[in-house]
């Protein structure tokens, strides 16, 4: 079984060639869940199924949240691969600039019995946002 724990640059820009472009089996036994109502939660979730990448944009867009790279921080510090694609972009500033960001994507495979985790974790996840979606809207037909 391969270790998950890739520390380098601080756990600042790891890439697939950490893993030398090899995708980690991971179990239950290397991972953490963060909470269903966590904006961690949501970072995970949008990263699932792998192969998935998430953006700082992307996240902000859906949760409101711009600090995308401290959850992926703290679900690399429970054992998650993720790893980091940096692109770069034509801005649509007046005067024309390419600006430098990541995208993130979860780099593994995982063990049947995480493989079922994940999917009761995606579930309760959607749950909730479902929930929380539904109690916004019945708030705003109040108003």
């Known amino acids: 079984m391969i270790n998950s724990k890739v520390i380098r640059d601080n756990r600042r820009h790891i890439t697939r060639a950490d893993y030398n472009d090899t995708k980690p089996l991971l179990g239950s036994e290397h991972v953490l ?15 699932l199924p792998t192969g998935l990448t998430l953006s ?7 949760s409101h949240s711009y600090r995308l790279g401290s959850f992926i ?5 429970k054992g998650w691969t ?6 770069v972009a ?10 430098k960001f990541t995208r993130y ?3 593994a495979e995982f063990t049947p019995e995480l493989a079922e985790r994940i999917a009761a974790f995606c579930k309760a996840v959607d749950d909730f946002e479902a929930r929380a979606a539904a109690t916004a809207q019945a ?3 109040k108003q």
Do not use: W, Y
Not at 33 to 47: D, E, G, H, N, T
Not at 90 to 99: H, N, Q, V
């Open 73 to 77: 921080d703290q679900l690399r510090d």
């Open 105 to 107: 994507e979860l780099f």
């Open 82 to 87: 993720i790893v980091n694609h940096d692109q």
């Open 90 to 99: 034509l801005t649509k500033d007046t005067c024309k600039r390419t600006a």
């Open 139 to 141: 708030k705003g037909a």
């Open 33 to 47: 869940f963060p909470k269903v109502c966590s904006l961690q939660a949501r970072a995970l979730r949008r990263m």
């Open 56 to 62: 700082h944009r992307e996240f902000d867009f859906a």
